[in-house]
C-alpha cells in the first residue's frame, strides 16, 4: 500500500461510497434530504424573522426546497420497500407524513388562508421531518450492509 | 460487519435521555416559533410573557440534558455517540448566546443565528437517539 495523497484520497471516497451505499442508498438520500431541509430552514426562517414580503430569493429557497425534499422523502420510502426492512420502512413513511403534514399547512398558508396557527403546524412537522430524516441515516448506517 | 456493529449500542438511560431531548426540542420549537409570531418587544401582557417563559425554560431543561447526554456518553465511550453530544452541546451552546443577545439587542440577526443552532442540535439529538434504538 503506497502513502501518495491520491491514494489516501481513493480510500477515503471508497469507504464514503460503501457507507453511503448500504440499504439501496438509503444514507446517500438521508443525507442530501438533511441538506436540503437546511437550505429550506434557512430560507423559511429568513422570511419570518427578518419579516420580509413572500417573495425573492428566500422563498424560492423555501418553495424548491419543500419539493426536493418531498421527492427524496419518496425516494427514501421506496428503497426501503424493496430493501425489505420494517424498521426502515416505518421510520420512512413517518417521515413522508410530517413532510405531507408540513406541507398541507404551508400549501393552506400560502394559499391565502393567512392564519398564524398553520405556520406553527407548518414547524411542528419539520421538526419531525428532520428528527425521521436524521433516523432513516442512522439507520441504514447501522442496520444496512 | 453490519451485524457486529448494530451490536454495539448505548445503553437504554442514553435512548430515553436523548428521546426526553428530542421531545423538549419540539416544545422549544414550538414556543419559539409562537414566540416569534404572537409577541411583540416589549412585552406587556400575560399571554405573552407566558410564551416566552415556557421558551425560555424549555431552552434551560434542553441545555442541562445535553450536558447530561455529554456527561453519558464519556461513560459509554463510544466514539460516534460522544462527537455527536459534544457537537449538539456545543450547537445549543451557540443557539443559547445568539437568543441571549437577541434578547438584550433586538437585532434579528442574532434570532437567525438561534434558528440556525437550533437545527444543528435537532439532528445530533435525534441521531443520537436513532444510533440507541
Known amino acids: 500500500m503506497s502513502n501518495s495523497p491520491i ?18 442508498y438509503i444514507p446517500a438520500m438521508a443525507f442530501g434530504e438533511i441538506i436540503l431541509l437546511l437550505i429550506l430552514y434557512s430560507g423559511g426562517m429568513m422570511l419570518a424573522v427578518f419579516n420580509l414580503p413572500l417573495q425573492g430569493i428566500s422563498l424560492i429557497m423555501h418553495l424548491y426546497g419543500a419539493i426536493l425534499v418531498a421527492i427524496l422523502a419518496l425516494g427514501i420510502l421506496a428503497a426501503a420497500v424493496r430493501y425489505k426492512d420494517k424498521g426502515a420502512i416505518i ?8 413532510i ?3 406541507a398541507f399547512a404551508g400549501s393552506f398558508y400560502f394559499g391565502g388562508v393567512i392564519d398564524v396557527t398553520f405556520l406553527l403546524e407548518m414547524g411542528m ?3 419531525f421531518a428532520v428528527v425521521t430524516a436524521s433516523g432513516c441515516l442512522i439507520y441504514a448506517i447501522r442496520r444496512g450492509e | 460487519m453490519a451485524i457486529s456493529q448494530a451490536r454495539i449500542r448505548p445503553s437504554r438511560i442514553m435512548l430515553y435521555m436523548s428521546l426526553v431531548e428530542t421531545l423538549l426540542l419540539a416544545g422549544l420549537f414550538y414556543a419559539g416559533i409562537a414566540t416569534l409570531f404572537y409577541d411583540k418587544f416589549p412585552l406587556n401582557s400575560y399571554g405573552e410573557a407566558l410564551i416566552l417563559s415556557s421558551h425560555i425554560s424549555l431552552a434551560m431543561l434542553v441545555g442541562f440534558f445535553a450536558a447530561a447526554m455529554l456527561a453519558q456518553s464519556i461513560r459509554e465511550g463510544i466514539k460516534t455517540i460522544y462527537w455527536l453530544s459534544l457537537l ?14 437577541f434578547y438584550g439587542t433586538i ?3 442574532y434570532s437567525y443565528l438561534m434558528a440556525l443552532g437550533f437545527f444543528g442540535a435537532l439532528f445530533c439529538t435525534s441521531s443520537v437517539l436513532f444510533y440507541a434504538i
Open chain 1, 7 to 24: 491514494d489516501l484520497l481513493y480510500e477515503k471516497y471508497i469507504k464514503t461510497a460503501q457507507i453511503m451505499s448500504r440499504m439501496n
Open chain 2, 88 to 101: 449538539n452541546l456545543l450547537f445549543i451552546g451557540i443557539a443559547a448566546a445568539g437568543g441571549l443577545a
Open chain 2, 107 to 109: 437585532i434579528p440577526y
Open chain 1, 91 to 98: 421510520i420512512s413513511l413517518l417521515n413522508i407524513i410530517s
Open chain 1, 125 to 127: 412537522g419539520f421538526v
Open chain 1, 100 to 102: 405531507l403534514f408540513a
